[in-house]
Antibody, heavy 109, light 107 residues
Framework: QVQLVQSGAEVKKPGASVKVSCKVSGYSLTELSIQWVRQAPGKGLEWMAGEITAQKFQGRVTMTEDTATNTAYLDLNSLRSEDTAVYYC?????????WGQGTLVTVSS | AIQMTQSPSSLSASVGDRVSITCRASQDIRKNLGWYQQKPGKAPKFLIYAASTLQSGVPSRFSGSGSGTDFTLTISSLQPEDFATYYCLQDYDYPLTFGGGTKVEIK
């Protein structure tokens, strides 16, 4: 059984960067494709990045992986208030079968 | 990017009702569509893949149909635990795109 455990909530100032981690257990990260999805308060789901990065986030998003710890990371820079959201990592074999618990990122001055 | 138009955005229904939610893709996505259920404060739960295949453990009252551009999620007899928001997701091509969501509320 694949489990994804994300890092805790963050509060950042506008212009700063945030790094969200997603630790995978039950499967090797090298055999999975991690997707990142976010959800602004009261809004729908928005895909951000996976094999590629959504055009909207290009230049601001970096995805990295540490195979030694089986952990994926999402780095988002130049934060603005509109980036306040819950960020999810997700993966699966036939769809997004498995999801992390979500990481709330609040951008506020 | 492929646009996914989901309707209705919300609906009110009673326990036992049959409800249907539709998603329309802006281009042919074959059967590359999944359905997800999300409850407040929780991560989405994967219900259906390849438009019509039930994920393991999902109750049989859920079903999916469609191919090409038009897809439907049907709940045959709504149960109290089904009140939630539902999303479709096309994984035919990047960027992946979600529908806007349908909130199923208690009448």
């Amino acid at each position: 059984q694949v489990q994804l455990v994300q890092s805790g909530a963050e509060v950042k100032k506008p212009g700063a960067s945030v790094k969200v981690s997603c630790k995978v257990s039950g499967y090797s990260l090298t055999e999975l494709s991690i997707q990142w999805v976010r959800q602004a308060p009261g809004k729908g789901l928005e895909w951000m990045a996976g094999e590629i990065t959504a055009q909207k986030f290009q230049g601001r998003v970096t995805m990295t992986e540490d195979t030694a710890t089986n952990t994926a990371y999402l780095d988002l820079n130049s934060l603005r208030s509109e980036d306040t959201a819950v960020y999810y990592c997700a993966t699966g074999l036939v769809g997004l079968d498995y999801w992390g618990q979500g990481t709330l990122v609040t951008v506020s001055s | 990017a492929i646009q996914m138009t989901q309707s209705p955005s919300s609906l009110s229904a009673s326990v036992g009702d049959r409800v249907s939610i539709t998603c329309r893709a802006s281009q042919d996505i074959r059967k590359n569509l999944g359905w997800y259920q999300q409850k407040p404060g929780k991560a989405p739960k994967f219900l259906i893949y390849a438009a019509s295949t039930l994920q393991s453990g999902v109750p049989s009252r859920f079903s999916g149909s469609g191919s090409g551009t038009d897809f439907t999620l049907t709940i045959s007899s709504l149960q109290p635990e089904d009140f939630a928001t539902y999303y479709c997701l096309q994984d035919y091509d990047y960027p992946l795109t979600f529908g806007g969501g349908t909130k199923v509320e208690i009448k």
